[in-house]
């Protein structure tokens, strides 16, 4: 997830472009999102602390601020992403273990997404490498019920957000 992994950069629309549904949720990418649903825009600014690779597989820590225009998914974000190396233009990327830390609560997620070496984007030219994909976060204490749908495009130093909170099921 060389993903916000790779963030900070463009903002392309935390899109993280969509690159599929979270297997945690019964929701698939193909639906409306639910009419509960708050939108939410934003940016993210990450270092990422360490990286190691073992043939092709390389593994990145990201430690991200996310700046949200909802206090509720604004915080401090850890993740790891797991990217197999099998191509010079575009790779994949996976995170299981996501933290999302805010001033009132916690939230923890997984998510999915393409890294593009080729900068296929206007927007991410000259940035490389660049991120697409999408996490989804459930909530706790306080958040309990609700889930984060987030899609992420950004470089490994941030990038844009967006997505939804909504209650869960």
Known sequence: MIVRVMWAGALGVVALALAAGCSSSDQSSTQMPP????????TAECLI???TVEGDVMLERF???????????????TLTAVTRLASDTADV????????????????GEG????DYVGVLPSAEG????????????????????????FISA?????????WIAPTG
Do not use: H, I, K
């Not at 009419?35 to 934003?42: D, H, K, M, N, T």
């Not at 299981?96 to 830390?101: F, I, S, Y």
């Not at 999915?112 to 890294?115: F, H, L, P, S």
């Not at 989804?136 to 987030?150: S, T």
């Open 49 to 51: 602390t360490e990286r």
């Open 112 to 115: 999915r997404g393409v890294v």
């Open 155 to 163: 470089s490994n130093a941030g990038g844009a957000y967006a997505g």
């Open 127 to 150: 940035t490389w490498p660049y991120n697409y994909g999408e996490m989804l976060y459930v909530g706790e204490g306080d958040y309990a019920g609700l889930e984060f749908q987030n």
């Open 63 to 77: 430690e991200c601020t996310v700046q949200m225009s909802d206090p509720r998914v604004t915080g401090s974000e």
């Open 93 to 108: 990327w996976t995170v299981e273990d996501a933290v999302l830390t805010t001033s009132e609560g916690t939230w923890r």
């Open 35 to 42: 009419a509960e649903a708050a939108a939410v825009v934003g």
